[in-house]
Protein backbone atom coordinates (compact mmCIF):
# COMPACT_ATOMS: atom_id res chain seq x y z
CA UNK A 1 0.00 0.00 0.00
CA UNK A 2 1.15 3.60 -0.50
CA UNK A 3 1.94 5.87 2.20
CA UNK A 4 3.10 9.79 2.00
CA UNK A 5 4.71 11.06 5.36
CA UNK A 6 5.26 14.95 5.74
CA UNK A 7 7.52 14.82 9.11
CA UNK A 8 7.00 18.64 10.11
CA UNK A 9 3.92 19.39 11.26
CA UNK A 10 5.05 23.09 11.53
CA UNK A 11 7.65 25.12 9.89
CA UNK A 12 8.42 28.29 10.82
CA UNK A 13 10.38 30.90 8.47
CA UNK A 14 11.69 34.36 8.14
CA UNK A 15 10.47 36.52 5.13
CA UNK A 16 13.56 36.17 2.56
CA UNK A 17 14.63 32.85 4.00
CA UNK A 18 14.94 29.52 1.81
CA UNK A 19 11.74 26.98 2.80
CA UNK A 20 12.02 23.70 2.46
CA UNK A 21 8.69 21.40 2.98
CA UNK A 22 9.56 17.81 3.35
CA UNK A 23 7.67 14.84 1.71
CA UNK A 24 8.66 11.22 1.63
CA UNK A 25 6.71 8.02 0.21
CA UNK A 26 6.28 4.51 -0.30
CA UNK A 27 5.14 3.11 -3.59
CA UNK A 28 6.44 -0.19 -5.80
CA UNK A 29 5.43 1.75 -8.47
CA UNK A 30 6.03 4.88 -10.92
CA UNK A 31 4.10 7.35 -8.86
CA UNK A 32 2.20 10.57 -9.84
CA UNK A 33 3.11 13.74 -6.26
CA UNK A 34 1.25 16.94 -5.95
CA UNK A 35 1.29 19.38 -3.50
CA UNK A 36 -1.54 20.93 -2.61
CA UNK A 37 -2.06 24.34 -0.51
CA UNK A 38 -4.83 25.74 1.35
CA UNK A 39 -4.42 29.33 2.48
CA UNK A 40 -6.37 30.93 5.80
CA UNK A 41 -10.09 30.45 4.44
CA UNK A 42 -9.69 29.35 1.60
CA UNK A 43 -10.49 25.90 -0.45
CA UNK A 44 -7.73 23.20 -0.86
CA UNK A 45 -5.87 24.02 -4.06
CA UNK A 46 -3.45 22.39 -6.61
CA UNK A 47 -0.39 24.39 -5.89
CA UNK A 48 1.62 21.74 -8.65
CA UNK A 49 2.75 18.61 -10.01
CA UNK A 50 5.10 16.38 -10.98
CA UNK A 51 4.03 15.98 -14.10
CA UNK A 52 4.13 19.31 -15.11
CA UNK A 53 7.68 19.91 -13.92
CA UNK A 54 6.86 23.92 -13.39
CA UNK A 55 7.38 26.27 -10.59
CA UNK A 56 3.99 27.93 -8.79
CA UNK A 57 4.49 30.94 -7.17
CA UNK A 58 8.09 30.53 -6.54
CA UNK A 59 7.98 27.11 -5.86
CA UNK A 60 9.65 23.70 -7.38
CA UNK A 61 9.42 20.21 -6.17
CA UNK A 62 11.99 17.49 -7.72
CA UNK A 63 11.16 13.81 -7.34
CA UNK A 64 13.89 12.00 -5.98
CA UNK A 65 13.19 8.29 -7.05
CA UNK A 66 15.96 7.23 -5.17
CA UNK A 67 15.62 8.44 -1.93
CA UNK A 68 11.10 8.87 -2.68
CA UNK A 69 11.04 12.13 -2.12
CA UNK A 70 8.85 15.18 -3.67
CA UNK A 71 10.46 17.88 -0.94
CA UNK A 72 8.53 21.45 -2.03
CA UNK A 73 11.26 24.53 -2.07
CA UNK A 74 11.19 28.12 -1.89
CA UNK A 75 14.54 30.20 -2.21
CA UNK A 76 12.97 32.80 0.04
CA UNK A 77 10.08 32.76 1.25
CA UNK A 78 6.86 35.13 1.57
CA UNK A 79 4.43 36.41 4.17
CA UNK A 80 2.01 34.78 2.06
CA UNK A 81 2.80 31.75 1.43
CA UNK A 82 2.01 31.09 5.31
CA UNK A 83 -0.59 28.15 4.86
CA UNK A 84 -1.14 24.18 5.01
CA UNK A 85 0.69 22.20 2.57
CA UNK A 86 -0.28 18.47 1.82
CA UNK A 87 1.82 16.10 -0.64
CA UNK A 88 0.06 13.72 -2.22
CA UNK A 89 0.06 10.63 -4.21
CA UNK A 90 -1.73 9.01 -7.31
CA UNK A 91 -1.02 5.25 -7.37
CA UNK A 92 -3.48 4.41 -9.81
CA UNK A 93 -6.86 4.61 -10.55
CA UNK A 94 -7.37 8.68 -10.12
CA UNK A 95 -7.36 8.35 -6.28
CA UNK A 96 -5.09 10.27 -3.88
CA UNK A 97 -3.07 9.59 -0.46
CA UNK A 98 -2.23 12.59 1.36
CA UNK A 99 0.33 13.37 3.78
CA UNK A 100 -0.51 14.96 7.15
CA UNK A 101 0.16 18.32 6.54
CA UNK A 102 2.86 20.86 7.21
CA UNK A 103 1.56 24.23 8.69
CA UNK A 104 4.17 26.81 7.37
CA UNK A 105 4.43 30.15 9.12
CA UNK A 106 6.18 32.94 7.31
CA UNK A 107 6.95 35.47 10.04
CA UNK A 108 7.81 39.06 8.70
CA UNK B 1 -16.47 30.65 -6.09
CA UNK B 2 -18.99 28.07 -8.02
CA UNK B 3 -17.77 24.68 -9.48
CA UNK B 4 -18.20 22.17 -6.64
CA UNK B 5 -20.53 23.21 -3.92
CA UNK B 6 -21.33 21.61 0.18
CA UNK B 7 -23.95 22.02 1.91
CA UNK B 8 -24.32 23.35 4.98
CA UNK B 9 -21.13 24.80 6.18
CA UNK B 10 -21.88 24.27 9.81
CA UNK B 11 -23.60 20.87 11.02
CA UNK B 12 -25.04 20.03 14.29
CA UNK B 13 -26.33 16.43 15.00
CA UNK B 14 -26.83 14.04 18.27
CA UNK B 15 -25.55 10.89 18.62
CA UNK B 16 -27.38 8.08 16.96
CA UNK B 17 -29.07 10.38 14.30
CA UNK B 18 -27.91 9.48 10.30
CA UNK B 19 -26.80 13.33 8.57
CA UNK B 20 -26.52 13.48 4.66
CA UNK B 21 -23.70 16.01 3.84
CA UNK B 22 -24.47 17.21 0.25
CA UNK B 23 -22.17 17.31 -2.47
CA UNK B 24 -22.64 19.10 -6.01
CA UNK B 25 -20.42 20.12 -9.13
CA UNK B 26 -21.10 21.65 -12.00
CA UNK B 27 -18.09 21.18 -13.45
CA UNK B 28 -19.10 18.30 -16.09
CA UNK B 29 -16.26 15.63 -13.85
CA UNK B 30 -16.33 11.99 -14.07
CA UNK B 31 -14.74 11.48 -10.84
CA UNK B 32 -16.11 12.70 -7.28
CA UNK B 33 -14.54 12.35 -3.57
CA UNK B 34 -15.18 12.71 -0.07
CA UNK B 35 -12.11 12.78 2.79
CA UNK B 36 -12.37 13.47 6.67
CA UNK B 37 -10.16 16.03 7.51
CA UNK B 38 -8.64 15.93 10.94
CA UNK B 39 -5.85 17.58 12.69
CA UNK B 40 -2.48 16.11 12.03
CA UNK B 41 -3.91 13.67 10.21
CA UNK B 42 -3.99 15.25 6.79
CA UNK B 43 -7.15 14.00 4.49
CA UNK B 44 -8.37 10.25 4.30
CA UNK B 45 -10.46 9.30 1.60
CA UNK B 46 -14.10 7.75 2.63
CA UNK B 47 -15.40 6.99 -0.53
CA UNK B 48 -14.96 7.60 -4.45
CA UNK B 49 -17.16 7.67 -7.83
CA UNK B 50 -15.22 7.40 -10.58
CA UNK B 51 -18.47 7.29 -13.23
CA UNK B 52 -22.52 7.56 -12.45
CA UNK B 53 -24.30 4.59 -10.44
CA UNK B 54 -20.63 3.22 -9.65
CA UNK B 55 -18.45 3.79 -6.41
CA UNK B 56 -16.02 2.15 -4.49
CA UNK B 57 -14.55 1.99 -0.84
CA UNK B 58 -11.90 4.36 0.11
CA UNK B 59 -9.50 3.58 3.15
CA UNK B 60 -12.00 4.62 5.77
CA UNK B 61 -15.35 3.71 4.90
CA UNK B 62 -16.94 2.05 7.68
CA UNK B 63 -20.16 3.99 9.17
CA UNK B 64 -20.16 6.07 5.92
CA UNK B 65 -22.45 5.24 2.87
CA UNK B 66 -22.77 7.20 -0.52
CA UNK B 67 -25.34 7.32 -3.77
CA UNK B 68 -23.78 8.34 -7.22
CA UNK B 69 -27.05 8.50 -8.72
CA UNK B 70 -26.49 11.83 -10.85
CA UNK B 71 -23.12 12.96 -12.11
CA UNK B 72 -23.35 16.26 -10.90
CA UNK B 73 -23.69 14.74 -7.07
CA UNK B 74 -22.32 12.39 -4.86
CA UNK B 75 -24.04 12.71 -1.22
CA UNK B 76 -22.11 11.46 1.87
CA UNK B 77 -24.24 9.93 4.94
CA UNK B 78 -22.52 9.41 8.41
CA UNK B 79 -24.39 6.82 10.11
CA UNK B 80 -24.73 6.11 13.24
CA UNK B 81 -22.05 3.13 13.06
CA UNK B 82 -19.61 6.05 12.55
CA UNK B 83 -17.77 5.72 16.10
CA UNK B 84 -16.25 9.51 16.00
CA UNK B 85 -18.20 11.30 13.38
CA UNK B 86 -17.32 14.65 14.43
CA UNK B 87 -15.03 16.14 11.69
CA UNK B 88 -14.23 18.76 8.54
CA UNK B 89 -15.77 16.71 5.45
CA UNK B 90 -14.43 17.84 2.09
CA UNK B 91 -16.28 16.66 -1.34
CA UNK B 92 -13.90 17.07 -4.41
CA UNK B 93 -14.22 16.19 -8.36
CA UNK B 94 -11.73 15.51 -11.13
CA UNK B 95 -12.07 15.21 -15.27
CA UNK B 96 -11.29 11.86 -15.64
CA UNK B 97 -9.92 8.80 -14.10
CA UNK B 98 -6.83 8.29 -15.29
CA UNK B 99 -3.11 9.87 -13.94
CA UNK B 100 -2.54 13.49 -12.67
CA UNK B 101 -5.98 15.17 -12.99
CA UNK B 102 -6.31 17.98 -10.92
CA UNK B 103 -8.89 17.54 -7.77
CA UNK B 104 -10.84 20.41 -7.44
CA UNK B 105 -11.61 20.74 -3.57
CA UNK B 106 -15.43 22.38 -2.22
CA UNK B 107 -15.38 24.24 0.96
CA UNK B 108 -16.06 22.10 3.11
CA UNK B 109 -18.84 20.82 5.74
CA UNK B 110 -17.84 20.47 9.47
CA UNK B 111 -19.68 18.24 11.10
CA UNK B 112 -20.36 18.02 15.07
CA UNK B 113 -22.37 15.36 16.75
CA UNK B 114 -22.81 15.44 20.26
Known amino acids: AQRVTQPEKLLSVFKGAPVELKCNYS??????LFWYVQYSRQRLQLLLR??SRESIKGFTADLNKGETSFHLKKPFAQEEDSAMYYCALEASGSRLTFGEGTQLTVNP | DGGITQSPKYLFRKEGQNVTLSCEQN?????MYWYRQDPGQGLRLIYY???????QKGDIAEGYSVSREKKESFPLTVTSAQKNPTAFYLC?????????????FGPGTRLTVT
Open chain 2, 49 to 55: SQIVNDF
Open chain 2, 27 to 31: LNHDA
Open chain 1, 27 to 32: YSGSPE
Open chain 1, 50 to 51: HI
Open chain 2, 92 to 104: ASSPSRGLAYEQY
